[in-house]
């Protein structure tokens, strides 16, 4: 089936094309994407927007330029997070970088604690979904990923209570069957101790210092829909590039 990219702007879509391109394997590692020149010729836009879509492929990690042979096609990035899933996904792609993978540990209702009920906006001891789950490339684990989720969502969404992985993840699910579309986050880079129930899967002992990720997103109304918690893998890092016009 063919993507939808109706909506986005030029660059964008021409970019996300591309992506889709390089996430099914079509442009691997070190393969060339289109010049610019190309781009101009084939997709009929000017110079300066065949320009921007190499950047927002370096800025999301898809592409690198090599002084001398052009844009390329680069390795997956060591990390990448749910802001990161967030960006694929609205931009066309799956929310996976190629060679990724993921297996849901575990995904039920449970009462809320403290610090889950604050973040949320909702009562302690209130039901709210769990998920958990772990991601993979070809260098092992990249991160283990615990979210929590207002309980009344499962209701609209009940694939939320499902230990399958989600083909819109939960914020293209959450958006489609209630509207709420995720519009701002908060993103908070900490080293804390591996809990026993991530240890095992990161390989590491209990209270090992790892990197993490913490994000909470909100909806158009100003609702937290989503907190997460995502343990970083032995050896992986956190990056990221801005545009700045």
Known sequence: MAENHQGLAPYRRIAAQIKGRIERGELRPGDRIPSVREIERTEGVSTATATRVAAVLRAEGYAESIPGVGTIVSAPRKQTTGPDRLSMLRAGGSGFRSGERTEILCSALVPAAESIAAAL????????????????????????????????????????????????????????????????????????????????????????????????????NGAATEYAIDFLGTGRELSAEYELD
Do not use: H
Not at 135 to 143: F, L, T
Not at 180 to 197: G, L, T
């Open 121 to 220: 906006g909702v009562r302690e001891g209130e039901d709210v979904v769990q998920r958990q789950r772990v991601y993979r490339d070809d260098q092992g684990v990249v991160a283990l990923s615990t979210s929590w989720l207002p309980g009344e969502l499962a209701e609209s969404a009940p694939e939320l209570l499902s230990v399958e992985p989600l083909p819109k993840m939960t914020f293209g699910l959450v958006e489609e069957r209630t509207g709420r579309r995720v519009v701002r986050r908060r993103d908070v880079v900490a080293i804390r101790p591996v809990p026993e129930d991530v240890a095992e899967t990161l390989g590491v002992p209990v209270g090992t210092a790892a990197l993490t990720m913490t994000n909470c997103y909100w909806d158009q």
